[in-house]
């Protein structure tokens, strides 16, 4: 009864506002609608078809693959390990932790022109260290060459992204005993021992949390490619919520389009119900 | 309280709800929306509509500006979802045709007519915005394509006269490369700029008529047309005459290289003047144009370039406000502010064309010659440009294997005009 | 305590029982641990560096060195130009009135969930939570059509309501995974004994749960304000009036056609970083330890 009612408005509200757009958008995935037309035909699983012989589709999806791969990795590990060295040590950690937390107050408009600065050949900031340092035969056009283009974005990408893990993590420390991260951080040599054994495993409820937003953001990411490649050069850097956008948008293929956003959706809830699956034994541990 | 006093209030309140909506009945909405949202373009808009509503009261204009990408999903969301604005601002030539095939426009012919404009648009820029056989979208300015040079760069080199065939262009070229300088900047990381090369190639070694059939998909990629075109293309890369790593810059930073002396040239529109204005560079001294040159005399020389134009949509609360407010953009003062503010040229001739400084001058002078073609990606319909800008991108990264992306190219070609 | 904990504190109470007395080195150890930290924030915050030298210089001098020298003068005229042409006020109130009520509710309504879905759980509950939680699968650019015929027929286009509803909408699947995640590691014990005492469930979620819970509504009202406040996708769609424009879309609208304002762009994104940088520093409070161990114990 009092789960009734707690759950009446938000999931009320959640249908409406966000599944019932949903499945409508979809329904335009069983049409050839180019998104101006008043009037548009019924095709049936033709965009579905298409799919199989679209090699940027394939394209797409292996890039999604590779992003969310590297999402599960790179702002995981590093956002733990910022959280683990800042977690209460007084009034300088704050600061600390606010610097850290920067990234993600930027605006991503802003955010990832400065990264094209970076990676810029000529005057960008990585090529300028490599050639004083002498390494210029590492110098390259980052985001042009298409085999670096995709790698370049999602190191920026993880770059923002490390600063909400970081967050999570500090709040999932809370929940830590204070004996164990001390005791830990005494006996240096048991540091990384306690740290692997004792306090990841407390972390796991931060780290569902983590991994999860990590992946999901993984996969929506479309602002910072946007503005660095726009999934360039020649779709070398394109992944699914990209290549959504370019048939929609760009080349005013919605229907097409819609079916990309309902194949992305499909996938989507496999990754997170398998996830959820592995993550049951939470309560049991907990209770 | 008495009932005479309860009598007088009501009778006060029905007096100050009847004025109210008097006032509100007097003022109709007319709704725009642009993609000027830069600062400047900002600004002059801004001011322009400030004279419209001051000169017509009964009129009230919400402004509305959005960023390039952003505009474009606006206005497809608001069209789709049936409130679009009384008036949007549109890229003459493909754009426009996609949403008058889609049947959301509404055609301007007798309110053209009426305003008079056949007399200040010249016909080759009235005809960019009109589509199967009437104007949709009417010019508010026009952008032309052509060499945009660091003049003190060129003198360095001992060139005085610009290049006008393509014999002359090469050896300015050359003489620009053993000078140290790159003779040509290419900022193509968004595919776009590196467009007008393509445009130029094809239409002064195959002609405009080629150049149209192919953008409407009566001719095809696979053409020995295209090939020669990409054969000139690949001439200068394979000389060396770009600035490495075109892909990896924007316009504006293949700009700068010019205005910074690092390049000598960039092909470019006069939107680049816009830019430059602003950085406090002089025309003459500090850039200068000249014209894409003649590759085959016995070919008739168009310009290309873009028309930034409005349209209004069928659905459009306000269309009379709307005219209105178009025929207030086409005003000789409006155009004159407006073309001056934007580095741009205006549609109308009716304005002061001493006012321009002499490099607007001097684009403005040729495309009183030479007749108008949109670029690229405005001149074929969306899906086909974003297979064709694809492939100048791999072009300037490979220029090699172009044969293979022209194929390529032909495949999305096929697939879009139903090969 | 609980099982796991309990397993696992036994080797770390004899680690600490050794190894107590080393003030000495343990300071020098967090000097250390400074050190290596200033250095890493260093390189982690280039990016961020990037955008001040950006805000100091003209567009003339990004132009020709680029941006990463320093300011040949440093100048605060792109700081002005923000907030004086940019609207900036106008359009910052906007976004408060925004990222407010939408994080405060959509919070209120993930509590709501997780609450019902990790103590109250009944048949079909796992399954309403992973509906709940893919949600935030969703890429806005598939519903932004449906949404915005649903504004336009309720009234609602060109006002702030679009953005706060869509966000409270869009927020209720992080929240719920958040809260349900948290209360899950709240023994249920805690509750049972709140619950034998009389107290009925809204009572022992606000009463009991709540206070334990101040870290992850803490960690959520930060995130939660971050992601709207940076939103700028929605203003496009659902605003037509200079009225209705929050501060992130008036930033990105700085980006014109031919034109890009480097300086004020990076100017105004840093005025329009301090809400959510206050913010931060606000609740980081509630990220030390104490008060879930406190009661747990209790």
Redesign the interface.
Known sequence: MWAFIFLAIPVSFYLVVVIYPLVSSFYYSFTDW?????TYNFVGLDNFERMKTDRLFRNAIENTVLWTAAAIVVPTTIGLLIALALHERGILSRVYKSLFYLPICLSLVVIGQVWIWI????FGLINIVLKEIGLSQYMR?F??D?DTALQSVIAAWSWQQIATAMVIFLAGLTAVPKELTEAAEIDGAGYWRTVRHVIVPLLRPASIVVIALSVINSLKSFDIL?MM??G????SSDNLAMMMY?ES?????MGYGSAVAVVLFLITLVVIIFYFRQQRGLEQLYD | MSKRRIFHLLILAVIVLSTNAVLVGAQSEV?I?H?????????TMAGILEGFNAANPEYAV?????????F???I????????P?DIFSYWAGARTQ??VD???LTPLDDWWTETGLDEVVPAGVKAAGTHNGHVYNVPMNVHVVGFFYNPKVMEAAGITEMPATWDEFLTVCEALKASGVAPIALGS???WPAQYWFDYTVSRTAGPEYRTKLMNGEAKYSDPEVQVAMEAWKQLTDAGYFA??????DW??A??MV??GDAAMTLM?T?IT??WN???LEPITDYDFFPFPVIDPEIPVVVHGSIDGWVIPTNAKNPDGAKALLAWMLTPEVQQTWALGQGALAASTAIDQTAYNPVMAKAAAYLATVDFLSGYDLSTT??MA?GGL?MF??FM?DPAGYVDYLAETQLVFDDVFGG | MTEATRAVSIPVDSASATSRRAPLSARLRTVILYLLLTALLILYSLPSIGVVLTSLKS??EI??EGIWTLPDQASLENFR?AWE??NAQKYLLNSLKVTIPATVISILFGVLTGYALSKLSFPGSDSLFTFLVAGMFIPP?VV??PL??MF?RAGL?DTLWPMIIVHIGFGIPICTLVMKNFFSTIPTAIREAAVIDGANELRVLIRVMLPLSLPSLAVLATLQFTWIWND??WP??F????DARTIM?GL??????????YG?QSAMALIASVPTLVIFIFFQKYFIRGLTLGSVKG
């Open positions: 180019n998104g101006f037309s008043d990676y810029q050949p000529g056009a985001l042009a298409p946007y490649t726009r360039g050069p020649f779709h370019n948008f760009q080349k005013y293929y | 709704s929306v993609y000027y949202s830069d600062a400047l373009g900002q600004a919400v402004d509305n500006s959005a960023g390039h990408e952003d474009k999903t606006q497809l969301v608001t069209i789709a979802g049936n409130n604005p996609f949403i889609a049947e959301r990381r968004n595919r490495a790593d075109a892909n990896a810059y504006d930073e700009a700068n205005a910074n529109g939107w816009g830019l602003a950085n406090g969306p899906p974003e694809d991108a791999m990264n | 567009n003339a132009g020709r130009v042409t940019g650019q932004m059509i915005f015929r336009n286009y700028f996708l496009v769609i605003t037509r009036s200079d879309f990105a609208s700085l980006r014109g056609q031919y034109s890009v304002a004020t």
